[in-house]
Nanobody
């Protein structure tokens, strides 16, 4: 079965950079869209970024646009999320997820959690001021 395992979270200071990794296994991800979401305490899950496994095309949320870069390594079945200029309001549990088809051209679907069939357990990112 499909498994997604995130890593790279931690405690950083405002202005720092952090790169999260999501290692995927148990499936063939060609044709899928991989996404990163985050959830802060008391808030709904929020879309951060997504990438097409096939084309490498990307899509970013407005709050993170310009401050993060999503990329993939096909050989390692791993997706990365590099975040720069982190702010305290970026504090959240960050989770990766995969759909079972490439939805990147449909922006609403790409940013909607219910589009994604498989989720990792999440990694905590805490940004201190």
């Amino acid at each position: 079965q499909v498994q997604l395992v995130e890593s790279g979270g931690g405690l950083v200071q405002a202005g720092d950079s952090l790169t999260l990794s999501c290692a995927a296994s148990g499936g063939t991800f060609t044709g899928y869209t991989m996404g990163w979401f985050r959830q802060a305490p008391g808030k709904e899950r929020e879309f951060v970024a997504a990438i097409s496994w096939n084309t490498g095309g990307t899509y970013y949320s407005v709050p993170m646009n310009g401050r993060c870069t999503i990329s993939r390594d096909n050989a390692k079945n791993t997706v990365y999320l590099q975040m720069d200029s982190l702010k305290p309001e970026d504090t959240a549990v960050y989770s990766c997820a995969t759909s079972t088809r490439d939805v990147l051209k449909w922006r609403v679907a790409t940013s909607t959690p219910s589009t994604y069939s498989y989720w990792g357990q999440g990694t905590q990112v805490t940004v201190s001021s």
